[in-house]
């Protein structure tokens, strides 16, 4: 038995290590993020804005597309994140930019390991009816405070210091971008690592089947638990890369349009193989962007219309289509796929 044992660990070690090998594809979409610093120095703003999309997007997917929590109220750890930075730099406790980053991080994720005991009773209705009413109380508690938060105005004066003390941001978005894309890279890596690993396939095998999962000898609850804490700690980081990129936080991170949106996101980009909701959110942000300039009035419709198309044509077949199309560049990069 103990042979057997050994010979069944070797081989999910391999194969984990081969889900782990960075492919070719991966390597083209990071290095097109980072020729994006440089070629496109007058989108720095709204690439800011796409990276902490994404970021927030990867949140959610590790939830939802990992562990098969549905949620209609992430949004709550995202403002939570964001006013926790504001709030910090804004008193002058943290004005220094990672600092403030990893400090609101770990706040949400410690409001999202208290909810997760809440969150996680019940059916996936129950679920989006609990995780809906938390953002929905925690938007109210910020209005309310108004003192504290700045309510419907906002929270304003925020002062930002220069990210580890260098780089000051400015009025072009180039330290924002850069900056928010830098965390993005860091916390998607450390995100590929969870999911590429034996907790991450106990997350697959519960989202599967949770009593079969249990029976089999996983702590089912415990690594909810533990994923819901990470993916709020990572909603909360995204809500106050905003704070700190745009100094000015607003009722609006707590609203439901941005939980709502998120999930769009989503539904444009696929769960469960972390890259949909980067490619989610860079669609999703362009197309709002685009759509917004031809149609001010109409563009919700012509979104509404484009997932409607998602929908009907499969979004199997287009990720055949992309994942072609991103081979092909490869190929004449010279890069080639392992396997």
Aim: with cysteine; hydrophobic share 60%.
């Amino acid at each position: 038995m103990s042979a057997l044992q050994g010979v069944l660990a070797t081989a999910v070690a391999d194969h984990l290590a081969a889900r782990a090998r960075w492919r070719a594809a991966e390597l083209v979409f990071w290095g097109a993020a980072l020729a994006s610093v440089f070629l496109l120095p007058g989108k720095h703003l709204i690439l800011a804005e796409i990276a902490i999309l994404a970021l927030f997007a990867l949140s959610l997917d590790l939830i939802l597309g990992y562990a098969g929590i549905v949620s209609l109220g992430h949004a709550a750890f995202f403002g939570f994140g964001a006013y926790a930075a504001g709030l910090l730099a804004k008193h002058a406790l943290i004005t220094e930019p990672v600092l403030g980053l990893l400090a609101a991080g770990l706040l949400a994720a410690l409001l999202g390991f208290a909810c997760a005991f809440l969150v996680l009773r019940g059916s996936d209705l129950t679920r989006l009816m609990v995780t809906l009413g938390v953002a929905m109380m925690l938007r109210e508690l910020a209005n309310r405070l108004d003192k504290l938060t700045g309510g419907a105005d906002g929270l304003q004066g925020i002062t930002m210091a220069p990210v580890l003390g260098r780089f000051s941001f400015d009025i072009t978005g180039h330290t924002a971008y850069v900056y928010a894309l830098a965390v993005l890279f860091v916390l998607f890596v450390v995100a590929r690592r969870i999911v590429h690993s034996p907790f991450g396939l106990s997350l697959m095998s519960i989202r599967g089947n949770p009593l079969r999962a249990g029976a089999l000898g996983v702590p089912v609850n415990a690594r909810l638990v533990a994923i819901y804490t990470v993916a709020a700690g990572y909603a909360g980081v995204a809500g106050a890369l905003l704070t700190q990129t745009t100094a000015f936080c607003s009722l609006d991170v707590l609203s439901f349009d941005r939980s709502a949106d998120l999930l769009l996101v989503l539904i444009i980009g696929g769960t469960g193989y972390l890259y949909g909701g980067l490619i989610g959110a860079v669609v999703f942000k362009l197309l709002q962007d685009a759509l917004a300039t031809l149609t001010p009035q109409y563009w919700q419709f012509w979104i509404g219309l484009i997932l409607v198309i998602i929908v009907l044509v499969g979004r199997e077949r287009m990720s055949g289509w992309w994942h072609a199309a991103v081979a092909q560049g490869a190929r004449r990069l010279g890069l080639r796929e392992r396997p």
